[in-house]
């Protein structure tokens, strides 16, 4: 494999729709890096559900630990720089986003599949850490999802974009704690500009809608694709 194709095959979107079963295929390359660093994370997202949702009578040697923890990774880690990839998709770049990077413990994360007609499906269930009013997910939660849904729908067709316009209808609360799907996929394509729409449900209930306008960067099509975004 040459190291272009190599690079393909790790970016987000590569994954042919058309080979997709029932169940969908997984849209984001698997990174259970060797270093730990996915673990990591998915740990951290267990510390951060248990601190939000729990009432502690003292923690102050959790504090020392989890200080000495974080003294330790600023000495050790090397810091991602966005400006050392310019690129959509890869690794580095998709690892730290807060809704679908499985490096950053701010992620739920979501684990998008995608089907044969590249719609982009996504079940979950979000903790307290996302609750806005009591038992329900934030709707700026909410937002933050819709908008990587699109995003991911346009992957899956091929196509990036700049969320330039985003309405959302928020039609009935969305429960914490239930099993949630994000479907999405993208409507149409006039020059720069994408159309994707997408829904969420709880069960059979509509919880919210979305409609979204993304503007692909300049600069970002074939021989210019692994150029800086510029927007
Ligand atoms: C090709 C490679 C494919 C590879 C695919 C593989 C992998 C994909 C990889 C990763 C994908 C993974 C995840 C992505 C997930 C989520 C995406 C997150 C998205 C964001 O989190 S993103 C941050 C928030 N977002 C911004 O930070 C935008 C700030 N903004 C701007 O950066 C500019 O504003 C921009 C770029 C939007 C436009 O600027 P611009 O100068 O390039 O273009 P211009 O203004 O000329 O507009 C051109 C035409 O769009 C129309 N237009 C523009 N804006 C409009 C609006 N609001 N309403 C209605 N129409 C509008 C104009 O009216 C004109 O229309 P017309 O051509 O018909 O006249």
Sequence with gaps: MTASNEAEQNQVGTADPAAASSEGIPLLPQDETPSGSTELARELRRLRGLVAGSVYEDVHDAVRTVRELADHLEAVGKPVRPKD?????????????????????????????????????????????????????????????????????????????????????????????APLRFEARQDRVEGRKIWASATLHAGNTLCASAEGLFVEPCGIRDHERSRPIEG
């Design 85 to 177: 990839y310019g690129t959509w998709g890869t690794p580095e770049h998709i690892g730290a986003n807060p809704a679908i990077g499985q490096r950053n413990p701010v992620s739920p994360p979501l684990e998008p599949v995608v089907f044969p007609d590249a719609t982009v499906r996504a079940d979950l269930e979000l903790g307290i850490e996302y609750q806005g009013p009591p038992g329900c997910v934030h709707g700026g939660i909410v937002a933050l999802l819709f908008d990587e849904m699109l995003g991911l729908a346009n992957a899956a067709s091929k196509s990036v974009g700049m969320t330039a316009d985003l309405r959302i209808t928020y039609s009935s609360p969305t429960p914490l704690y």
